[in-house]
C-alpha cells in the first residue's frame, strides 16, 4: 500500500491523545461508610472490571476512528501495473471524436454527447493542478493551448460536429507535439472515439513510449447505412439542350440488402431524373441516369437518395458547366489547312481561331481545350516547350506533319511527353486495315460497322515510331500493326498524332467519312477535366481555369450566407486556390470575382465515414501494441473512478472515511448501551 500525501501520516502522533486521557482520567471517589465490608468489596470489584473493560472498548473505538480519519487525509492507495509519479503534475491530452459517425445514436443520445460527459469525467479524475489539452478533428489551432479544470470543460461544450476525418496516426503525432514542448511532467494521451475501421492504416501506431496512451470505445448501436460514393459524367464537354448521361455510384456498406432506395437528381434545383434501387448487401453499384434540357452556363447538381436514420452521406454535390462555345485553336504553317477548317466550321458550337505558328499567344494556350498543329515544317523551340506544358496541363493537342517536315523538331515536342513521333517518310501505297472500336475516340460512334469497311487509302506516310514506355494505342493502323493515327496519354493531356499530313498526295483521309467523328470526338473528349466535385479535409487545393486578377480584386467563394476568401496563386496552365480548413459544409459554391461568377465549386463530406465499421478491442490492441498503452472499459456510470484506477490503482480513502464514522458509532454505541454501572446489589444485614 502506498499514500500519495505521506506527509498526513504524523497525525498518527494525535493517537496518543484519547490513549493519555484514558491513562490519567481520574475521578474522585465518595466514601460510604458501612458496618460490614465483606460483601461490598467483592460487588465493587466486580462492577471495576465492567468498567474497565468498557472503558477500554471506547478507547479503542476512539483511536481506530482517529486512524482511519488519518489514513483519509494520507489518501492510501494499492498501486496498478503502471509507473504513475504521483508527485509530478500531469499534462492530459484529450482527443474527443467529433466525425460524423458520432452522430449515431446509443442510450445516451448521440456518441459525441456521451464523448463530451466522458471527457469531463477523465478531467475530474485529476487534481487542480494538473493542465489539459483539448483535440479534435478539426484540428484548431486554440486547441493547442494547455487549460485548466474549468476552461476545459466550457471548450468541450462548444465542440461540435466536423467533416473532418483523420487517421489515428495523424491524432497522436499531434497529441505529442503539444506534449513534448513540457518538461517535468507526468504527460498522457486519452482519445475518445468509436473507433471506425477507416480510422486506421496498415500499419501499427507509432507513439512514443514514454506516454501513456488510453482508449475509450463509445459503442454506437449497429446501424444500416447506403450512400452516393460518387458520380461522373460521360461527356467531358456539354452543349446546350445536348442529352446527358451521369454514372452514379451507390455503396451499401450494411450487412443486409438495401431495397428500394428512392433517388433522386437536381439540376439547379430542378428535379431531372428519378429512379429505385436495390443494392446487396456489403455491394459497390453503378447506376445511369439521363438527363437534358441544361442552358449554357454553370450548373449547380445535387443526388439525393432516403435513407435513415444515417442521413449525413444522403446527398452528393456535383458542377460542371455547359459551353456556348468550344474555342479550338488552329496551329498552321503560312496557310489555313482548308480540310480542318471546314470540319469545325461545320458545326457552330465549335469557334475555331486560326494562327501562324510564330504568332501563337502563350499565354493564352490554356484556355483552349484543343490545340491542332498542322502543316508546321519546323517546331521552334519556344513553341514546343510550350505544347508539352500545355499538355501536362492537361490539353489536347493533335499533330498533322507538314510536307518535308523537320523530323528532328517534331521527335523534341513528342518523345519527351511520350508519343510517337515520325522517324522517316516511306514512299509506299498502303491502306488502313483496321479501326479500334474499343477506343474512347470511336466507341458508340458506329452504329453497326460493315464486315469490309471502305478505309483510308494511303500513298505514302510517314513512320511513326513506337515509344517503349507510353500510354497509348492505335486508332487506326497500317499492316503489320503499324500506327496511322496513335491516342497518346501524356501526363494530365492527350497527344493524337497523324502518320501522314492532311494533304491529297498523302492519303485521301481528308476526304473520308471517318474524318469528321474522327475530329469531332477529339474535340468532344478534349475538354479540361475538372473534377466534378471535392472532398472536404481532404482536397485542400483546387486548380481551376487562370483567372487574371489585380492587387485590388478578391475571390471569393460564396454559399449563401458563408463567404470564404481563399489564398489565390497562380501558376502555369491554370490558376490554384488554397483552402486550407475553410470549408466545412458541403454543397455548391460560386467562385466569384466582384459579381461574376467565375466558377462553380461543389464539396461533399468525406464518405469514409459512411461505413460504419468498427475496430474491436482484439484490434485495438494490436494496432496500439505497447507497454503503455491501455484500453479503458466504461461500463460503470462514470468513467472519474476507472481513470483513477487506471493511474493510481485502487484508491482506500473512502474506505477509510466509513472505518472512521463506523468507529464513530460504536464509540456512541457503547457509551449509550453499555450500563455496567447502573447494576443494583442487594446486601443482606445481620
Known amino acids: 500500500m502506498h499514500f500519495i500525501y505521506p506527509a498526513f501520516l504524523l497525525g498518527l502522533l494525535a493517537l496518543a491523545i484519547p490513549y493519555i486521557i484514558h491513562l490519567f482520567h481520574f475521578r474522585r471517589y465518595q466514601k460510604v461508610y458501612f458496618s460490614n465490608v465483606q460483601f461490598l468489596k467483592n460487588i465493587q470489584q466486580q462492577q471495576s472490571s465492567k468498567r474497565n473493560l468498557k472503558k477500554l472498548l471506547i478507547l479503542i473505538a476512539r483511536m481506530l476512528a482517529l486512524f482511519f480519519l488519518v489514513l483519509a487525509f494520507a489518501r492510501p492507495y494499492i498501486p496498478s501495473k503502471q509507473d504513475t509519479n504521483l508527485g509530478k503534475q500531469h499534462i492530459v491530452s484529450i482527443f474527443v471524436d467529433n466525425s460524423y459517425s458520432m452522430l449515431t445514436i446509443n442510450r445516451e443520445g448521440t456518441l459525441l454527447d456521451e464523448a463530451r460527459t466522458r471527457a469531463k469525467e477523465i478531467a475530474q479524475a485529476y487534481s487542480l493542478n494538473d493542465r489539459f489539452q483539448l483535440l479534435t478533428q478539426d484540428f484548431e489551432g486554440r486547441h493547442q493551448r494547455l487549460l485548466n479544470r474549468e476552461e476545459f470543460n466550457d471548450e468541450v461544450d462548444k465542440i461540435k460536429i466536423s467533416p473532418q476525418s483523420r487517421k489515428l496516426q495523424q491524432i497522436i503525432n499531434r497529441q505529442q507535439s503539444l506534449l513534448g ?16 475501421k477507416n480510422l486506421f492504416t496498415d500499419h501499427p501506431i507509432k507513439a512514443d513510449s514514454t506516454t501513456g ?20 459524367l460521360l461527356s467531358a464537354v456539354h452543349r446546350p439542350a445536348e442529352s446527358e448521361k451521369m454514372v452514379v455510384r451507390l455503396h451499401n456498406y450494411a450487412d443486409e440488402k438495401a431495397e428500394k432506395i428512392p433517388l433522386k437528381l437536381l439540376i439547379n434545383g430542378a428535379q431531372k431524373a428519378i429512379g429505385s434501387f436495390t443494392i446487396d448487401k456489403r455491394a459497390v453499384q453503378n447506376d445511369t441516369l439521363s438527363f437534358s434540357g441544361l442552358q449554357a452556363g454553370w450548373q449547380h447538381g445535387e443526388i439525393t437518395l432516403e435513407d435513415n436514420p444515417v442521413s449525413f452521406d444522403n446527398q452528393f454535390y456535383f458542377s460542371f458547366k455547359v459551353q456556348q462555345q468550344m474555342p479550338v485553336l488552329l496551329v498552321d504553317g503560312g496557310t489555313p489547312n482548308k480540310y480542318i477548317h471546314a470540319v469545325f466550321n461545320t458545326d457552330p458550337f465549335f469557334n475555331p481561331q486560326a494562327v501562324h505558328y510564330g504568332n501563337v499567344d502563350y499565354a493564352g494556350l490554356a484556355s483552349y481545350p484543343l490545340v491542332v498543329l498542322a502543316d508546321v515544317k519546323s517546331i521552334s523551340t519556344g513553341l514546343s516547350q510550350q505544347l508539352k506544358s500545355y499538355v501536362s496541363n492537361g490539353g489536347t493537342l493533335v499533330v498533322f506533319p507538314a510536307d518535308g ?14 508519343a510517337a513521333y515520325p522517324e522517316k517518310e516511306i514512299d509506299q501505297k498502303s491502306k488502313v486495315n483496321g479501326v479500334n472500336l474499343q477506343s474512347q475516340v470511336f466507341k458508340n460512334t458506329f452504329e453497326q460497322l460493315p464486315q469490309n469497311p471502305d478505309l483510308p487509302t494511303i500513298s505514302k506516310y510517314y513512320q511513326l515510331s513506337q515509344p517503349a514506355n507510353a500510354f497509348g494505342e492505335s486508332l487506326m493502323e497500317l499492316p503489320g500493326k503499324k500506327t496511322f493515327f496513335g491516342d497518346y496519354a501524356a501526363k494530365r493531356g492527350r497527344v493524337y498524332v497523324s502518320a501522314v499530313p492532311l494533304q491529297d498526295d498523302y492519303s485521301n ?42 492587387d485590388k480584386e478578391i475571390l471569393k467563394l460564396i454559399k449563401e450566407q458563408l463567404s470564404i476568401i481563399p489564398d489565390v496563386r497562380q501558376q502555369e496552365g491554370g490558376t490554384q486556390l488554397y483552402l486550407s480548413d475553410q470549408v466545412h459544409e458541403p454543397g455548391n459554391y460560386e467562385l466569384k470575382k466582384q459579381d461574376s461568377t467565375i466558377a462553380v465549386l461543389a464539396f461533399n463530406n468525406n464518405r469514409s465515414e459512411s461505413d460504419l465499421s468498427y475496430v474491436d478491442d482484439a484490434g485495438l490492441k494490436a494496432q496500439m501494441g505497447g507497454k503503455g498503452n491501455t484500453i479503458l472499459e466504461n461500463s460503470g456510470p462514470s468513467l472519474k473512478d476507472v481513470v483513477v484506477n487506471a493511474n ?3 484508491e482506500l480513502w473512502k474506505l477509510c472515511i466509513i472505518l472512521s464514522l463506523i468507529s464513530l458509532a460504536a464509540e456512541i454505541l457503547l457509551i449509550r448501551f453499555y450500563q455496567s454501572e447502573k447494576h443494583v446489589v442487594s446486601v443482606p444485614i445481620t
Request: hydrophobic share 45%; proline share 5%.
Open 181 to 196: 514542448q513540457q518538461s517535468n511532467s507526468v504527460n498522457n494521451i486519452y482519445i475518445l472515439s468509436d473507433f471506425q
Open 213 to 232: 496512451i488510453s482508449l475509450i470505445r463509445l459503442k454506437a448501436t449497429s446501424l444500416p447505412n447506403v450512400a452516393v460514393d460518387s458520380a461522373w
Open 405 to 418: 517536315a523537320d523530323l528532328t523538331s517534331y521527335q523534341s515536342l513528342l518523345q519527351p511527353i511520350g
Open 509 to 550: 483521309l481528308a476526304h473520308h467519312a471517318l474524318f469528321v467523328p474522327l475530329m469531332f470526338r477529339i474535340a468532344l473528349l478534349s475538354g479540361h477535366d475538372a473534377p466534378l466535385s471535392y472532398t472536404i479535409g481532404q482536397d485542400e487545393s483546387v486548380e481551376i481555369q487562370p483567372i487574371q486578377t489585380s
Open 648 to 650: 493510481r490503482g485502487v
